[in-house]
């Protein structure tokens, strides 16, 4: 067995697009637990579009990752050396243990995985953050009710393919934005989408109003952009929108404009809500309990698009993100087995 644990830390911080010189990797002796640690294997950790601000030297809802610090991750890992009862060897959990492939915990922020709901990689996905995110940002800022048309972006991606399905089940028309005709396929013949609108190959506007000639009402908006644009022109009265997050702009060196058409929630009487899937953290019991009903029912599909190379295919992994090369949740696997 190898003794070795490397990871990835903030070299610099990047303007614009991340490169091979935001990244460094370092290389370490497996970490020891100390009295009331232990010590994880980590075997995937999500790869997310959050990560690009968390590198931002600015003021958000969590500080910046510091230069030379390991970069910030959730992960799912094994325990592979133990000094706290609660979390025995071969204890399979999630949690905060960022890109690198050991790590130790105190057992803060940790969950532990029961593989009998779902394999341990979905607990980065429906089961995860994503799966908490689409939740009651759909349900609870959206307000979503039965009947509604609900619109989401990044429809195809961890987030927006687990609230179009959400939103079908409870009886909802469900209209998604994506990049790709494979996408748009997935979303309609394997999700039970109403309508994708390939915004890579069609006009969203034109789309939109042939999809939804009444209006929406909900917008979740993974994208921000000229799409949200879009969606605020056809908004319904009472029209929730969810601000849940905005990559298009996540790379971008210019302050991004704010959309031209933001009138449309003072004439349709709607409203425009962001939220953090943390703010719900007390509230993750019931979420979790629903969507892996929903996943154990198959009433829910969750993907996850699994990359290889664990830290040295690090960076490459998250430009996916930016490029649309995901479909589902995209996770890195850190151990080449
Ligand atoms: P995804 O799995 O959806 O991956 C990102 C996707 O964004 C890509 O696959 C790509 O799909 C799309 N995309 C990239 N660039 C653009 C662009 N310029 N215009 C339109 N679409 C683009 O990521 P997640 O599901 O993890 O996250 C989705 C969103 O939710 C992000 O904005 C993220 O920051 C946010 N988020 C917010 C949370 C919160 O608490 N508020 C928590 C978790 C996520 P395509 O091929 O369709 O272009």
């Keep these: 067995m190898t003794s070795v644990n ?112 779902a394999p341990a990689r979905t607990w980065l996905g429906g089961l995860g953050f994503p799966g908490m995110t689409a939740y009651f940002g759909l349900l609870d800022v959206g307000r979503m009710k039965p009947g509604d048309t609900v619109l989401v972006s990044g429809a195809a991606g961890a987030v927006g393919s687990l609230v179009g399905q959400i939103a079908k089940l409870h009886g909802c028309r469900v209209i998604g934005i994506a990049g790709g005709r494979d996408k748009c396929g997935w979303l309609t013949d394997e999700l039970g989408f109403d309508v994708a609108i390939d915004y890579k190959f069609e006009s969203v506007g034109r789309a939109l109003h042939n999809a939804a000639p009444d209006g929406i009402d909900v917008y979740f908006d993974n994208v921000g952009g000229q799409i949200l644009n879009s969606a605020l022109a056809v908004l319904r009265t009472g029209a929730r929108v969810v601000l849940c997050g905005a990559i298009s702009g996540y790379n971008a060196t210019d302050p991004q404009p704010g959309p031209s058409r933001y009138l449309s929630l003072l004439v349709n009487r709607a409203s425009m809500s962001g939220f953090i899937v943390t703010d719900y953290l007390d509230r993750f019991p019931e979420g979790m309990a629903a969507m892996s009903e929903w996943i154990r029912r198959g009433l829910v599909i969750t993907r996850e698009q699994v990359e290889t190379g664990g830290v040295n295919a690090f960076g490459s992994t998250l430009n996916m993100l930016f490029d649309g090369a995901n479909t589902g949740k995209l996770v890195l696997q850190m151990h080449e087995e």
């Design 6 to 117: 490397r990871q990835i830390r903030l070299a610099q911080r990047p303007v614009g697009r991340p490169d091979e010189n935001t990244w460094k990797i370092t290389t370490e002796s497996i970490p020891e637990p100390s009295e009331g640690q232990f010590a994880v294997r980590v075997d995937y950790a999500s790869v997310d579009p959050a990560m690009r601000g968390w590198i931002n030297d600015v003021r958000s809802y969590v500080p910046p990752v510091g230069i030379g610090e390991v970069m910030r991750a959730h992960c799912v890992g094994r325990v592979h050396s133990s000094n706290n009862t609660d979390y025995p060897v071969g204890q399979i959990v999630s949690g905060p243990f960022g890109i690198t492939e050991y790590a130790v915990s105190d057992g803060t922020d940790v969950q532990v995985v029961d593989e009998a709901l």
